[in-house]
């Protein structure tokens, strides 16, 4: 058992290293164009000191937006959910919205959000549009899936509706909403990013598409690595808390 | 009467977007906003029907292209999926890298690819089909090991083969996943496209979209959207179709 | 019919090793013949090593002490040769297969082409004639279990391992069940091991009932049902029946609870 673990631990060690390895000499060799930089030379452009402002400003904008995306949009979510989920009435118009609005390009929301609000609000925001549709799509169900014995248990025992609510319906939901939180990193990463690659003033986003279009290729693969990196160590601090809870759930 | 039945209905489920609609139109007219700024629906509606056949040949690109995207981006996963399934070596290397890569923004890889394969419509379909393949290596992955209760006892008692086990079990075992894991990225899929030819401005809904907001033509850019925005919203209708009506044969 | 043993199970022990590095001594010293052509009911509270037994008769589980055989061979070598039928508690019918096509599913697995008249004969034989192109979801609980015993009788099996096929249905329903069992074992006396914790289950249908005591199993308890066949349910009611069920069901009881 715990053998088996260390070797899959093991096994996977080696995939990763084999993918740098990949990228470093696909990079060295030129196998894939100009455009493919070793890993050496992306993190020794990261790394040079004169260009840490240049990614420190941008990255502070970012997860700035990030942040506050994700913050606004995990409690709309969760606000919109425990509505439709005490409100049965408002709960299929709310159902539809949501999914609608999630349909929307968000290339195609971002100008309407520039004349809306604004050009720096715009990655916020595309953010927690993102992320609350992840948090009401997966609390409405985690809110509904308490079982038939428990709802009729509290039933007998007369418990009102906002008591089943706090003690049965929202643990029970628990980790449907831990998941909400792991599943809902990349999508808010996602929503800053497009949002800034509509004019806005700052960013890695912007870092990004300036990079693309004016063949910066090590300013390019840095930017999104970054990001990558910021975004993988969210989710794993998330795919930690989702184990925790779910250990306490079970 | 039925018609009542289903107006009701239809209210019901769509208030909260009709509600916003109305607000919309109500702002725009009493802040007398011009339509460069923001037009209403009213005005974008006027707009798309004035001209709707000019939108079918973009959105239809668009929408060719991340079909095409999907369905390659899900041969491959689910290709690597089985190969990984079958070596317990290859499968171990790769499970991290595959959650690696759903845990990261893909999307913010589009300009790289764009970088690395030129401004082209097959790097359009390239892109989406990186953004397909990940969901499809890692559902697929799980329902390959998603036997039905018992069914792999039956079969070693039975003594079938290991070819007869992954034809008539694994595989099958595999395809509510997979039905899964199409609708789920069926609209990202045009999404993906749309953003990637907004990106690089080849031909299509992006590109349409692009063209239109740099003129300050904000209703056809609206407009643009909101066919985009019904294009993703029929692929997930199709996919949702497919799912279902395999699923009822599959369960 | 040869005297040689059907299934001979031989000084077994089962260890199991837990997640927690710690083990569990499942079976200790089970030692048991089964003649070609018997009818074995296994019967214990739950938990004693049933269904390990099963298993390990299956070739689904390695003994860690002693040998079980069949016909003097290792059971893995009857699976390969597709001789062994199965049905367990749980259907494991696939749900993606109708009705014909899970009880036709054997034939693929053993290579051959499917015997099409054999398998309409077997889905007759258990009630479910009509119901061949319905999908394991449409059908009831009993549905599903006769469906699942034909698919274990239709190569003709020379063994037979049933893991308490009839145990998640009502009482009226397995009654049922167990006339349509002792109707179809009749015709094709096929050396069988039956898993219940029913006692009338198992004196109904068993040449010989064994009884198991709880961890670590072992056998404590090995009776002759000499009951005339073919049996009627009627059978039930009779004296001697009711004398061989309390013997029985005093052996399962556990030790103490009769002082
Ligand atoms: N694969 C296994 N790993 C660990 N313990 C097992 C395993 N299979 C069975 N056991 C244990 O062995 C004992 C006997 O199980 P089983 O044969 O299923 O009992 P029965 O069928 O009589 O109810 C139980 O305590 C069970 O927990
Ligand atoms: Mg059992």
Redesign the interface.
């Known amino acids: 058992m715990t053998s088996a673990r260390s070797q899959s631990f093991v096994l996977g060690l080696i995939g990763v290293s084999l993918f740098l390895i990949a990228w470093e000499v696909i990079g060295t060799y030129r196998l894939a164009g100009l455009t493919w930089p070793p890993l050496s030379t992306v993190l020794a452009f990261l790394t040079t000191p004169a260009k840490l402002p240049l990614f420190g400003r941008a990255a502070a904008a970012s997860f700035t937006s990030v942040a506050i995306g994700y913050l606004c949009g995990a409690c709309g979510g969760l606000i919109l959910a425990l509505a439709s989920h005490l409100i049965a009435p408002v709960r299929p118009g709310l159902d539809r919205l949501v999914a609608v609005i999630h349909a929307i390009p968000s290339i195609a929301l971002a100008p309407l959000l520039i004349v809306l609000a604004s050009a720096d609000a715009t990655p916020p925001i595309i953010s927690g549009l993102g992320v609350g549709y992840i948090f009401y799509v997966a609390a409405t169900s985690g809110l509904a899936t308490a079982s038939a014995t428990h709802r009729d248990l509290f039933a007998v025992l007369g418990a009102s509706r906002f008591s089943v609510t706090l003690r049965l319906d929202l643990p029970s939901a628990l980790p449907a909403i831990a998941s909400a939180m792991k599943l809902s990193v990349p999508i808010a990463f996602i929503g800053a990013i497009i949002g800034e690659w509509f004019g806005a003033s700052r960013g890695l986003g912007l870092l990004i598409v300036s990079a693309m279009q004016n063949f910066q290729i090590p300013l390019l693969w840095s930017a999104v690595l970054i990001t990558a990196v910021a975004s993988l160590a969210m989710f794993a601090l998330f795919s930690l808390t989702e184990r925790l809870v779910q250990e306490r759930m079970r | 009467m039925t018609a009542v039945v289903s107006i009701s209905n239809l209210l019901r489920r769509y208030w909260a977007v009709a509600l916003i609609v109305v607000g919309w139109q109500i702002w725009v007219s009493a802040a007398g906003l011009s339509s460069i700024v923001l037009p209403g629906p009213l005005a974008v509606a006027t707009d798309f029907a004035g001209d709707p056949l000019s939108y079918a040949g973009p959105a239809g690109l668009t929408f060719l292209v991340a079909i095409a995207g999907l369905l390659l981006g899900f041969l491959l996963g689910a290709g690597l999926a089985i190969l990984s399934w079958s070596s317990r070596i290859l499968n171990g290397l790769l499970t991290p890298l595959g959650l690696i890569f759903t845990s990261i923004p893909v999307v913010t890889l589009i300009p790289i690819i764009a970088r690395l394969l030129g401004y082209d419509v097959r790097t359009v379909v390239a892109i989406v089909s990186l953004i397909c393949f990940f969901p499809a290596f890692v559902y697929v992955g799980a329902g390959l090991r998603a036997l039905p209760p018992g069914s792999d006892d039956l079969f070693r008692v039975f003594g079938g083969s290991q070819l007869q086990r992954f034809v008539r079990l694994v595989l099958p075992s595999a395809v509510p996943n997979l039905m899964l894991a199409f609708r789920l990225t069926a609209p990202e899929a045009v999404l993906a496209a749309v953003v990637a030819e907004f990106l690089m401005g080849t031909d299509g809904l992006g590109y349409l979209f692009r063209k239109a907001a740099g003129e300050f033509d904000t209703e056809r850019a609206l407009a643009t959207s909101l066919i985009a925005t019904i294009t993703s919203v029929a692929c997930f209708g199709l996919a949702l179709a497919a799912e279902r009506r395999v699923l009822r044969r599959w369960t | 019919m040869s005297d040689k043993p059907a299934i001979r199970i031989d000084r077994v022990s089962k260890t199991f090793r837990l ?1 927690d590095g710690n083990e569990l001594s499942a079976l200790v010293d089970i030692d048991l013949t089964i003649a070609p052509g018997e009818f074995v009911a296994l019967l214990g509270p739950s938990g004693c090593g049933k269904s390990t037994i099963l ?1 390990l008769v ?3 589980e390695g003994a860690t002490a002693g040998r079980v055989t069949i016909e003097g061979k290792a059971p893995a070598d009857l ?4 001789r ?3 049905a ?1 508690q ?7 297969l109708d009705i014909e096509a899970n009880v036709a ?2 034939f ?4 051959r082409s499917v015997d099409k008249a054999q398998v309409k004969d077997l889905i007759s034989l258990v009630g479910l004639a009509g119901f061949e192109k319905a999908r394991p ?1 449409q059908l009831s609980g009993g549905m599903r279990q006769r469906a699942s015993i034909a698919r274990a009788l239709v ?1 003709e099996p020379e063994v037979l ?1 049933l893991d308490e096929p009839f145990g998640a249905l009502d009482a009226v329903t397995r009654r049922q069940m167990n006339v349509e069992l002792q109707r179809i074992w009749s015709r094709h006396s096929i050396t069988t091991l039956l898993v219940t914790h029913s006692v009338d289950e198992a004196l109904f249908l068993a040449d010989r009932v064994v009884v198991m005591s709880g961890r670590p199993g072992r056998i404590i308890l090995d009776l002759p049902a000499p009951f005339a066949r073919p049996r009627a349910p009627s059978v039930m009611r009779d004296p001697a029946f009711h004398d061989m069920v309390d013997r029985l069901t005093e052996a399962l009881e556990p030790e103490g609870a009769h002082a």
Do not use: E
Not at chain 3, 79 to 82: A, E, I, K, L
Not at chain 3, 90 to 96: I, N, Q, R, T, V
Not at chain 3, 108 to 111: D, I, P, Y
């Open positions: 997640g298993r299956a070739a689904l699976c390969q040769s597709h062994l039928g199965v367990f749980d259907h494991a019918l696939l749900p993606w599913l054997p693929h697995l053993a290579g979801k190569l391992l």
